[in-house]
């Protein structure tokens, strides 16, 4: 008796899985196709591109080939460049860095269009050039872009084309800017890396083996190898300032009060306290503050988003010279940095004093905890809404360690915390992170207002007016190590927490010394920091950049900071 039930469970079990095999499977194929339709696409958007920058003579482009920002917006101002031949210079720029690092969504056929139009407009004398006119700009896949698909990576959101743009792009072309581009994202967007099954595994340009970071790492991978001269980038956790980090290129993260988010899905939807926001990224801090300031000119994202506050580009706040008290540190308490990372903060922190500021020693408080309520806060759910959704898709092999994690069940996730607790006490700690409970999350989002309230007291108390700290914990990582070393966030994470500004600037590049430092003084205590410690070998020649952070509505201190920083490195 007892044999025949075990025989019909094990039969049932077996059917049950027998079916939703074939079910997958089946979904596989269609996948797979859907795929081999969008790459055919967006083959068929380079060649397009292609034709267009072939119709600019050699001489043309190379001359706006070679001019930096404020030249490229000068000549289109002044009309010694037509946009026509600025976006077709770009097209070629961009067609060239794809080659070499796969950060090409979609190219924007519309692009031609839109310069011919402004070219026409401003043939008439009394047309006055708004201020973006004609500057060719590179957006992340997942901004909003009419006419444009935003997959995030997945198959399942192909061909779903966006009806309206989104405000910021409303904005943009308002001001003339041209989108020209769409840069690659790591599929779900809650990953450093760069890789999805739809556009492939965008690559650093110094090393096709290691990424570009994420998940704007289209758009880092573009800007460094020279296709893009300014991109839009998105950041829930770090996606703009590691990025900018690992390609040395320079973003920020404004706190997201000073954007909308209309009609924006970001990775989960329903996300109301870790804090996601697009942000500039180039290759000079100058160029950042230039978009800015040219978007916070006057209140017309209010007038679009009423949940915007008001709030216009202070200048004065950065031009000030008012010198400033900046805490920094090096080692956040949870992830000890490998000392290129440390070395970078050193670096920064003697410029900053060079130029007449106090730099004081400051850690947050309990980064270990701030991390467990950003990893459950920033998943919301445990991680349920973006499971279904690459289960009913293709699951890029670079994000398997994480879909593992939201996949194991969170009763069994604490059960084997308290054994993995004895030998690797870090990942056990934050087996606690996930939840289903709503009794456990409204309390995360307590601690989370109350941590808030606590930070800003400590700065206000000791008149500390920024922060400088890393940004990450190693040099650009081998494609596979992000989704593995997701605890390396913290450094990033927590400003998102706090809805801070954050930006990254470029300091330095790791040296044989670094690496003799790295295998001397960097203990590879736990596997990992043993993954940090591998990982970072043979990186000698890599950006390393350090962050900045200032709370929320002080975005032009943030850029100050990060300008002097960048002055005291390159002179310029
Ligand atoms: C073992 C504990 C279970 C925890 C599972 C957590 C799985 C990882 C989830 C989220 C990783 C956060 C990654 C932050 C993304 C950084 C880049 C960004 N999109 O801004």
Redesign the pocket.
């Known amino acids: 008796m007892i044999l025949l039930l075990l025989t019909t469970v094990l039969a049932l079990a077996a059917a049950y899985f027998y079916r939703f095999w074939s079910v997958r499977e089946k979904r596989q194929v269609e996948l797979r196709k859907i795929v081999e339709r969008k790459r055919a696409e967006r083959a068929e958007s380079v060649k397009f591109a292609k034709q267009s920058a072939e119709k600019l003579d050699v001489e043309t482009r190379n001359k706006i080939a070679s001019l930096e920002y404020s030249e490229l917006k000068e000549g289109l101002q002044s009309g010694t460049i037509s946009c026509i031949d600025a976006v077709r210079t770009y097209y070629f720029k961009a067609i060239q860095a794809n080659e070499k690092t796969n950060s090409v969504c979609m190219f924007v056929k519309e692009a031609e269009q839109w310069a011919m139009e402004w070219d026409e407009k401003a043939k008439d004398p009394e047309f006055k050039k708004p201020p973006m006119f004609g500057l060719p700009m590179s957006l992340k896949e997942c901004v909003p872009l009419q006419g444009y698909d935003q997959t995030r990576g997945f198959v399942q959101d192909t061909f779903h084309p966006t009806e309206t743009d989104a405000v910021l792009v409303q904005q943009l072309k308002k001001l003339g800017a041209i989108p020209y581009v769409q840069t690659n994202v790591p599929q779900s967007?809650?990953?450093?890396n760069c890789s999805n099954p739809v556009f492939g595994t965008t690559n650093h340009p110094m090393d096709k083996s290691r990424t570009s970071g994420?998940?704007s790492g289209g758009e880092s991978a573009l800007i460094s190898a020279d296709g893009s001269i300014l991109g839009i980038g998105g950041?829930?956790?770090?996606?703009i300032r590691?990025p900018c980090a690992y390609t040395g290129t320079t973003g920020i993260k404004p706190s997201h009060l000073r954007f909308s988010h209309r009609g924006v899905c970001g990775?989960v939807p329903g996300r109301p306290l870790i804090n996601?926001n697009d942000g500039p990224m180039s290759t000079r801090v100058e160029t950042n503050v230039d978009f800015l300031r040219t978007v916070w000119a006057d209140t017309w994202i209010t007038e679009q988003d009423p949940y915007v506050p008001p709030v216009t580009w202070n200048e004065e706040a950065y031009k000030s010279d008012k010198k400033l008290k900046i805490g920094y540190y090096t080692d956040d308490g949870w992830f000890t940095p490998t000392p290129v990372c440390q070395r970078a903060v050193m670096e920064a922190k003697q410029i900053l004093e060079d130029a007449g500021h106090t730099l004081i020693p400051f850690r947050p408080p309990r980064v270990p905890e701030v991390l467990i309520m950003f990893?459950r806060a920033?998943?919301v759910d445990a991680?349920k809404f973006l499971s279904n959704k690459l289960m009913n898709d293709i699951i890029d092999p670079l994000l398997y360690t994480?879909v593992v994690?939201?996949m194991v069940p969170v009763r069994v996730?604490r059960f084997l915390a308290s054994f993995i607790r004895v030998f690797f006490p870090r990942?056990g700690n934050?087996?606690n992170?996930?939840t289903l409970s709503t009794v456990e999350l409204r309390n995360t989002y307590a601690d989370i207002e109350a941590y808030r309230s606590e930070m800003a007291a400590l700065m206000i108390d000791q008149k500390i007016d920024a922060l400088l700290c890393p940004v990450t914990v190693t040099p650009a990582l081998p494609h596979v190590a992000p989704s593995k070393l997701?605890a390396g966030?913290s450094y990033?994470?927590i400003f998102?927490l706090l809805d801070y500004a954050a930006g990254s600037v470029n300091v330095t590049h790791v040296t044989k010394q670094d690496e003799l430092d790295l295998e001397s003084d960097y203990e590879a205590s736990d596997p990992w920091y043993a993954l940090a410690k591998n990982s970072s070998r043979g990186t000698i020649g890599f950006p390393i950049g350090v962050q900045v952070a200032t709370p929320p509505y002080r975005e032009e201190t943030c850029l100050r900071i990060m300008r002097e920083i960048e002055f005291g490195v390159t002179g310029k």
């Open positions: 967007l809650l990953s450093y994420g998940s950041d829930v956790g770090g996606s590691i990775s996601s990893l920033v998943c991680g994480q994690l939201w996730q990942l934050l087996m992170a996930m997701f966030t990033t994470g998102n």
